[in-house]
């Protein structure tokens, strides 16, 4: 312990003292010049640190508003300014979460992302000096009781510009883990542009095969990732979770904590979290003060992302670049001037047939989908959007104008079909090879049916089956062999909504040539689509594929078990616990869950992090762990078995237990036992 103490001494010794040391740190990795300002100017620009320029403050100091210009020092710009000064933490932490501003501030630079414009190093003072932001925090914004409250569009287009700033951070050259995304440091300039501030706890993110740093928790509690918290490992994913949180508290009006509410609502991710995949409920917990005045199917997928940024499982987390892309689709767009909507057709080469969609231009409208069928002139253009694809050829696009009348009609079209009962579906997962293009993996039936996509939206209730508003080809695809699901109209899938890189889910529904007066079995639709002559003969082939993956995964799930019995029997319990977290995250039997968690249970007991080994316990238990005498016994459990959740985590699921008190219970009730 001492050794570690000085340790730090003597890091804290190192921490620089003045400009010419702080220069010198950023040497080698600065882009963005910095202005070194005296504190004698600081005093000019604040007017003396006049209590009326206060924008703020909190455990760092205070934050003012300030103005520099020419007349301060020549060549300066003329700009409004917002000084933080860092007075108010003089610790060596405090100067420490002041250098990780300039150092990360001075060399990155992103739309969304404050600038700093530059810094004070003299004496005991630590002053940064950012641009001002004339709105403030999104915090201040959202829960204010003086300001009207913030529209949907705006606030879907806060929390595009911050994903934007995270997004950019996690794929920088060396990238970077921001730490403490919450509403506070989100600003917003004077058009509600949001821009990341407060980079004190920001830290290096992993390189090489590293999937984590490992650091002391630090950041704010009800935004921090759970597994972050517990562990003390810090990945991009925990700032995803992080960004769930921010989603919820603008689809809910709510603080992250709210110590005045009822307990059970206080934490807002615990309480939320069930209710977002309840399609009949979710809409119940859409802040009130926005009046119901907000697309119902646009807040439906905002939910449902804030649902998959909150999963406990962090590799199950969608990526930032994928939300990006997920919340694009739901920004608003502004409509054409002239009057006219544009329709496009996608045509491609005839070497390959595929069914006409019809489509609106994603960048030009809303995301409602209107359908047309004009006679306006045509004006051609060419897309590589198959670049990626099995179609090596350009597509050719007829770009069609339509009136301003037509779109009226197809909107009174559009609510009279939602009134309609919506046809059945049934819902299902299925994995994909890449996010957009030709090539996905294949359905319960060895065939996918979508050709080629851009991000987001559902399938309508037309006649023309797309998915959503950026569909640009649908059909069948077994193998090599591409089917046009317009002609053969059997059975044909549609994304219903992006989950994330590797998985989307889809729904299926069946056309009129399959009689659909009872639910089909997967060889009774295989049968019948075979029979219609539309599925080539390579149905089976297929589907002797999937189970060969199958069991590929079934014995690389098996090897991963068997090094990480070796991993751990050697003492290297982070590297076994990595192999069985891998068995986890890919799609384990029940009985393999039971193991694999009980293994990772074991290893974070050896590593003392008793709250993780608790939750890897109860996973074990609930994927159906029953040898409850080795629990008690195992020795690799025994830092575990000290904590006073041990017991009654036990009790929940051992019959012994379970029993025992039941028959108390019955004792109790007929007064059996009494004298």
């Not at 020419?70 to 002041?98: C, F, I, M, Y």
């Amino acid at each position: 312990q001492n050794q570690v103490t000085k340790q730090r001494n003597d890091h804290d010794s190192k921490l620089p003292s003045n400009p010419a040391e702080v220069e010198d740190l950023r040497r080698d990795s600065a882009a963005n010049p910095l202005i070194v300002f005296t504190y004698d100017e600081l005093k000019i620009i604040t007017a003396n640190f006049r209590p009326d320029r206060v924008l703020g403050g909190g455990g760092f100091g205070s934050v003012y508003k300030g103005f520099i210009s020419e007349e301060l020092r020549q060549g300066l710009p003329t700009l409004a300014v917002a000084v933080k000064v860092h007075d108010g933490d003089n610790s060596h932490q405090g100067h420490r979460e002041w250098l990780a501003e300039v150092i990360f501030l001075g060399q990155l630079s992103h739309p969304n992302l404050v600038k700093l414009v530059g810094y004070c190093c003299e004496d005991e003072h630590r002053v940064l000096i950012y641009e001002y932001m004339s709105r403030g925090s999104v915090e201040h914004n959202l829960f204010s009781k003086i300001l009207l409250p913030m529209p949907w569009s705006i606030r879907m287009k806060i929390a595009f510009g911050a994903a934007k700033g995270l997004a950019f951070l996690h794929e920088a050259e060396k990238p970077v883990i921001y730490r403490d995304f919450k509403t506070s440091n989100i600003l917003l300039d004077q058009d509600y542009n949001a821009k990341l501030s407060d980079f004190g706890l920001a830290k290096d993110g992993p390189v090489g095969d590293k999937s984590h740093v490992s650091t002391r928790v630090m950041g704010t509690y009800g935004y921090a990732a759970p597994e972050y918290i517990m562990t003390g490992h810090l990945t991009p994913r925990s700032d995803v979770y992080s960004f769930g949180v921010v989603l919820l508290e603008l689809l809910t009006g709510r603080k992250s904590l709210d110590k005045l509410r009822p307990a059970r609502e206080q934490n807002l991710a615990e309480w939320a979290l069930p209710l977002l995949k309840e399609k009949k409920k979710f809409l119940n917990i859409i802040d009130p003060r926005l009046d119901g005045d907000y697309p119902i199917k646009a807040v439906h997928k905002a939910a449902m992302l804030a649902y998959h940024c909150l999963n406990r499982n962090p590799k199950a987390r969608p990526l930032m670049r994928d939300i990006v892309d997920s919340l694009e689709p739901l920004q608003a767009h502004t409509e054409v001037s002239i009057g006219k909507t544009l329709t496009i057709i996608s045509e491609v080469p005839e070497s390959v047939t595929l069914p006409r969609t019809t489509q609106i231009h994603p960048t030009l409208f809303s995301s409602s989908t209107k359908f047309f069928s004009s006679r306006s002139p045509s004006y051609w253009g060419v897309s590589f959007c198959f670049s990626n694809t099995l179609l090596s050829r350009p597509l050719l696009f007829a770009v069609k104008a339509s009136s301003g009348v037509g779109s009226e009609a197809s909107k009174q079209e559009s609510d009279r079909s939602e009134e309609e009962e919506e046809e059945p579906y049934e819902e299902y997962e299925v994995e994909i090879e890449q996010p957009f293009g030709l090539k996905f993996a294949k359905g319960r039936d060895g065939g996918t049916y979508i050709d080629a996509i851009a991000p987001g939206g559902s399938a309508d209730k037309a006649g023309v089956f797309t998915v959503g508003d950026k569909v640009l080809a649908t059909s069948a695809v077994f193998g090599t062999e591409i089917w046009p699901a317009a002609e053969y109209g059997r059975t044909m899938y549609t994304i219903r909504q992006r989950i994330g890189p590797l998985l989307m889910k889809m729904q299926k529904r069946y056309g009129k040539s399959i009689d659909s007066g009872g639910e089909l079995t997967e060889k009774e639709i295989i049968r019948a689509e075979r029979n219609s002559g539309v599925i080539s003969n390579r149905v089976r082939e297929i589907q002797m594929q999937n189970a060969l993956r199958k069991r590929e995964q079934k014995e690389r799930r098996e090897r991963d078990l068997r090094e990480g019995l070796q991993l751990y029997k050697n003492g290297k319990y982070e590297e076994a616990r990595e192999r069985f977290e891998s068995i986890l995250g890919s799609k384990p039997e029940p009985e393999e869950t039971a193991v694999a968690s009980y293994n990772v249970a074991c290893c974070y007991s050896k590593l003392n992090q008793i709250q993780a080994a608790l939750s890897s316990l109860e996973e074990a238990l609930n994927s159906g762990f029953e040898d409850f005498k080795r629990l008690k016994t195992d020795p690799d459990l025994a830092n575990v078995r000290k904590s006073e959740e041990f017991d009654p985590l036990l009790k929940r699921f051992d019959e012994s237990f379970i029993n025992e008190n039941a028959i108390n219970a019955i004792k109790s009730l007929f007064g059996f036992g009494k004298k």
